[in-house]
Each structure stands twice: as structure tokens, then as C-alpha cells.
């Protein structure tokens, strides 16, 4: 892609999906996305890459990640698949590069989801997104970082914490140069601005968790009903960050449900 390399998922044939993951330390495309791909079966053409910084995939040269990028490097990979029309699905960071695509390629990406999602005018930085991209690599780290994205702890287990501490590990020199102190900055680059929302013309699908403490829903979802000309919301109750974890039946069926009607599946 244009010299640069991209880690990339992809499973099944049909209407192609977009599936971009959040800004967590050891995050992948893969890591995000493999359960929801496997649960969607074969009939839709899901593309998982890792964003520039994360998993196998560099910061080319002189750059320092950012929403720019992030979109450029989206766009630029599906033009180098030769795929001509696609949705977009985005948790949290990767939310707001859905959106920020669908602003500058309306001609082509036909539906957004956004995930528990960044971008949203006038947001934050809240405390435990701050302590999020700060968390070291390694257990403690890792098991801190677990439970500020989840409500149920049960989900913080012991296999969990070791694959994210490996994960965040491998990660660790890409990542610390993406979201260095103070971070307050890099929610800011991650902000669409209310023109940029109203030239998003896709229908959108808003997921959140009622408990988000990452990206809560008062400050992160909720003013995007503003913004967008056709956005629709769903709020899960008793779930924070991750609602692909936290609800996955529910969330499979959302996704499943919203992207097929838009092939008149």
C-alpha cells in the first residue's frame, strides 16, 4: 500500500466490512475483531487491519499516528484491495477514523458503526482514557487497564490479563510514541469537527455502553445525534467500553442486522 505495510485480517466473500479497533496499548485488528468475525460467518468480506502503531504494522517514517493518518492509511488500503464500496465499523479510536472516512469518501463507504466511539465535538479526556494509553506493559498494567473497560470483573481473568501483557509487551516501542503526555491533545486530533459530521451521508449505528467510563455515553455518543444526518443509537445497560465482550450475542446481532440491510440481505 503505496510502499507502506499493513497487517491485515481478512475472512469471508460478499459486501466488504471495514473493521477498524481502538487505541488500547496491544491492540490489534485481529485481537479486536477475530470472535465477531467468526460469529458473522463467511457471507460478508471483513477486512481487520492494525492501524499505523499497533500490532505489525509500522508509523511510516516522520509520523506520529493521528486521525490523518489513520484514514488515509484506511482509504489507501482498500483502494489497494480494489474494493470500491464497503461499511465501516470502528471501536472507540477507530470509531472516529470510521466517521472521519465516511466524511471524505461518501461515493464509497456505504454504512458506519461506532463503537463505544471518539470524535465526538467538544469531548474530554476522561480519567480513565488518560490511564488507559497510559498503562505500562506488563500484568499489573495490563489487569488495570481490563478493568477500566469492562463492568463485569469476571471478564479481567488471569488468561485475559497474560495475552493483553504480552500483547502491550510486543507493542510497547510503537505505542509510546503515539499518545505521550499531555493527552489531552490527542482526543483533541481525534475530534471531528461539526462540518466534518455533516458530510457524512451513510447511515450510522451508534453502540455504546450506559457505564462507559472510557468514552462515557453523555459526552461521546450522545452529541453526535446532533451532528449526523441519519444515526440511530443503541445503549446497552450493566457495560462499559467493550460491548463485543460484554454483550456479544446482542452486539453480533446488531452489526449482523444493520450491515446486511443495507444489500437488501
Same mark, same amino acid.
Given at each position: ?7 491485515v ?5 460478499? *459486501?466488504?466490512?471495514l ?5 488500547? !496499548?496491544g491492540? %490489534? ?18 477486512? &481487520? ?7 505489525r504494522? *509500522? ?7 493521528g486521525?490523518?493518518l ?5 482509504a ?10 464497503y461499511a465501516?465499523?470502528?471501536?472507540s479510536m477507530?470509531? $472516529?477514523?470510521?466517521l472521519?472516512?465516511?466524511? $471524505?469518501? *461518501? /461515493? /464509497? ?7 463505544? %466511539? ?8 476522561? #480519567?480513565d482514557?488518560? #490511564?488507559?494509553?497510559a ?17 463485569d /470483573?469476571a ?7 497474560e495475552?493483553?501483557?504480552? #500483547?502491550? +509487551? ?9 499518545? !505521550?503526555?499531555?493527552? &489531552? ?10 462540518? %466534518? ?5 451513510? *447511515?450510522v449505528?451508534?453502540?455504546?455502553g ?5 468514552? !462515557?455515553l453523555?459526552?461521546? #455518543?450522545?452529541?453526535?445525534?446532533e ?5 440511530r443509537?443503541?445503549?446497552?445497560? +450493566?457495560?462499559?467500553h467493550?460491548p $463485543?465482550?460484554?454483550h456479544?450475542?446482542e452486539?453480533r ?11 437488501g440481505?
Open positions: 500500500m503505496n510502499g507502506f505495510p499493513v497487517h485480517l481478512e475472512s469471508g466473500t460478499g *459486501p466488504a466490512v473493521m477498524l479497533h481502538g487505541s488500547g !496499548p491492540t %490489534t485488528g485481529s485481537g479486536a475483531w477475530a470472535a465477531t468475525a467468526e460469529a458473522l460467518g463467511t457471507s460478508l468480506h471483513l477486512v &481487520a487491519p492494525d492501524q499505523a502503531g499497533f500490532g504494522t *509500522p508509523v511510516p517514517a516522520g509520523a506520529c499516528g486521525l490523518r489513520w484514514t488515509e492509511q484506511a489507501a488500503l482498500m483502494d489497494a484491495l480494489g474494493i470500491e464500496d465501516v465499523v470502528g471501536h477507530g470509531g $472516529a477514523v470510521a472521519a472516512l465516511a466524511a $471524505a469518501r *461518501p /461515493q /464509497q463507504v456505504t454504512r458506519v458503526v461506532a463503537v463505544s %466511539t471518539m470524535g465526538a465535538p467538544g469531548a474530554p479526556l476522561s #480519567a482514557l488518560d #490511564a488507559l494509553w498503562a505500562p506493559a506488563g500484568p499489573l498494567g495490563a489487569r488495570d487497564m481490563l478493568s477500566r473497560l469492562v463492568v /470483573q471478564l479481567v481473568t488471569d488468561s485475559a490479563v495475552a493483553r501483557a504480552a #500483547a502491550m +509487551r510486543a507493542g510497547e516501542t510503537a505505542f509510546a510514541s503515539l499518545f !505521550p503526555p499531555p493527552r &489531552a491533545r490527542w482526543v483533541d486530533d481525534l475530534t471531528l469537527s461539526a462540518q %466534518t459530521l455533516a458530510a457524512v451521508r451513510a *447511515p449505528l451508534l453502540i455504546h450506559a457505564e462507559d467510563r472510557v468514552t !462515557p453523555e459526552t461521546a #455518543a450522545q452529541p453526535l445525534l451532528h449526523l444526518a441519519d444515526v443509537l443503541h445503549v446497552f445497560g +450493566r457495560c462499559g467493550v $463485543a465482550i460484554e456479544p450475542h452486539f446481532q446488531l452489526l449482523s442486522c444493520f450491515l446486511r440491510r443495507d444489500r440481505y
